[in-house]
Nanobody, 119 residues
Framework: QVQLVESGGGLVQPGGSLRLSCAASGSIFGLYVMGWYRQAPGKQRELVADITSGGSTNYADSVKGRFTISRDNAKNTVYLQMNSLKPEDTAVYYC?????????????WGQGTQVTVSS
């Protein structure tokens, strides 16, 4: 069974840092775009950052200069380093990946990890 498993969320004070990880497991034959989304209470899910298999990155304006997305293709893992965190970064963060599996190329979501920025 193919799945994405996230880790690294938690409670942090404003100005602090967290690193999120998302590992893909199962019968995977290729990894394409991988990314992170977030959803705050009462708001729509929004793209935070994504990265292609070749390493090209894309960031939401609100996180540029503070967050860094990276990936380790050998480990089927994508990371999100979050620095200078602000209370408005509080949300559930979801990993998303386009994976080549037996049935073709499909999009998958992780279960989400809570990030809370508060003093």
């Amino acid at each position: 069974q193919v799945q994405l498993v996230e880790s690294g969320g938690g409670l942090v004070q404003p100005g602090g840092s967290l690193r999120l990880s998302c590992a893909a497991s199962g019968s995977i034959f290729g990894l394409y775009v991988m990314g992170w989304y977030r959803q705050a209470p009462g708001k729509q899910r929004e793209l935070v950052a994504d990265i292609t298999s070749g390493g090209s990155t894309n960031y939401a304006d609100s996180v540029k200069g503070r967050f860094t997305i990276s990936r380790d293709n050998a480990k089927n893992t994508v990371y999100l380093q979050m620095n200078s965190l602000k209370p408005e970064d509080t949300a559930v963060y979801y990993c998303n990946a386009d994976l080549q599996v037996v049935r073709g190329t499909l999009g998958y979501w992780g279960q989400g990890t809570q990030v809370t920025v508060s003093s």
